[in-house]
């Protein structure tokens, strides 16, 4: 995290890249990253008409409740009260890393040589004019539901878990920097997710940073990381359930990954991931447990979230 202090209070633009617990930092020069096979994007229209096929073969429904079934009864004496609980998911598909980067429609995009890509539509932290934003996005609808926007809104199960990342991610803020305040609550996105469209919940968060931010960016991010929304609350035993509950090792998977352009900051949860591994591709995702959730609806949920948009 030093190098990106470095880097960004000598105005040299860069890409860096975390793993899940942030014990494991990329970081490059933009200069850098033809050289090592690394594409991203942020922000940009690159969306391309294609067709492919996605076939998915995830564990069975008995299996995952055994992990959920033992998230609750986390959650029921006191240990967690909101926890992402994700698994891997075997996937075959015809295109290669390089042309799912290059198909796939979301706001944040990155290709990691041929061992992952990812194809988020999470932003993690914004920093620009001296203020730093955060958009924690929690609760999914497939949008074809009848009258899905007010169902999402109006559900207290995803009422509840949202209000717990928001004030998360507010009291993560609030340690660096000053006057934060949430600027919106619950907004809807929709997001293109393959054969169909989901609707998912963010907030906008802000703070006022010192104006020496640049000198200090690798400190902050590491005071945020890893990120609230997939991880959940209190954080520090959270994670520590997580890393019990999980039959698999996250990797780079639900990490962080970020641009500095030389005067401004913006990044991604690495969310919507797709790895390579030598026996073909993995796909993980999931989503936020509370004591409200229902398995099958969670189980539902993880594989809506497989896709490539």
Known sequence: MKRLSTLAS??????????????????????ELEKEDIEFSFNKNTYTKH????????????????????VIEKIKSGDTYLLNYTCKTRVETELSLKEVFKFANARFKLRVKNDFVCFSPERFIKIENNHIFTYPMKGTINAS????????????????????????LRNDLSIVSKEVKVTKFRYIDKINAGEKELLQVSSEIQGKLETSWKENLGEILQTLLPAGSITGTPKKKTIEI????????RGFFSGVFGVFDGTSFDSA??????QKQEAGFIYKSGGGITLDSSAETEYQ?????????
Do not use: C
């Open 51 to 70: 067709s492919y096929t996605l076939n998915k073969f995830p564990m069975d429904f008995s299996s995952y409740k055994k992990g959920f079934d033992f």
């Open 145 to 168: 539901v009848h009258n899905a926007e007010a169902k999402i809104l109006a559900n207290t199960k995803e009422m509840a878990e949202h209000i717990m990342v928001v004030d998360l």
């Open 10 to 31: 000598k105005g040299i633009p860069f890409l860096f890249y975390t793993n899940f617990d942030a014990s494991e930092t990329q970081v490059f020069t933009l200069d």
């Open 269 to 274: 949860v690495m969310i919507r991931f797709l």
């Open 242 to 249: 997580i890393n019990s509950v999980e039959d698999y090792e």
């Open 301 to 309: 949920e993880m594989l809506d979230k497989i896709y490539i948009p």
